[in-house]
Nanobody, 130 residues
Framework: QVQLVESGGGLVQAGGPLRLSCAAS????????MGWFRQAPGREREFVAA????????YYGDSVKGRFTISRDNAKNTVYLQMNSLKPEDTAVYYC???????????????????????WGQGTQVTVSS
């Protein structure tokens, strides 16, 4: 298994940027596809973004496409989520997740399915004020 720890959350003004980081344990973490999900109060967990193990392909949820960018640095065992043009509706707890199954069956449907991910971080709070 892989251990994940998110960081970088906080309070930000609407329209501003914020970068989240997800540190993964183990040198074999580069075998995993990685994803970001978020959950707002009273709402179901929502797919945000996913990236292949090599970082060559990515998917984004409709609500964040064009504003957020997922990337990874396998030498540092870290995945990033760069969030720009933030809106109050982006307020949520953001979770990173890792999956060997998604790495082997890469598709828009598979990457957005919570049940396909093996490991989850504890989450980091992002609050966007208007």
């Amino acid at each position: 298994q892989v251990q994940l720890v998110e960081s970088g959350g906080g309070l930000v003004q609407a329209g501003g940027p914020l970068r989240l980081s997800c540190a993964a344990s183990g040198r074999t973490s580069s075998r995993y596809a990685m994803g970001w999900f978020r959950q707002a109060p009273g709402r179901e967990r929502e797919f945000v973004a996913a990236i292949t193990s090599g970082g060559g392909s990515s998917y984004y949820g409709d609500s964040v496409k064009g504003r957020f960018t997922i990337s990874r640095d396998n030498a540092k065992n870290t995945v990033y989520l760069q969030m720009n043009s933030l809106k109050p509706e982006d307020t949520a707890v953001y979770y990173c997740a890792a999956s060997l199954r998604v790495a082997g069956r890469w598709s828009r449907i598979t990457t957005a399915s919570q049940s396909e991910y093996d490991s989850w971080g504890q989450g980091t709070q992002v609050t966007v004020s208007s």
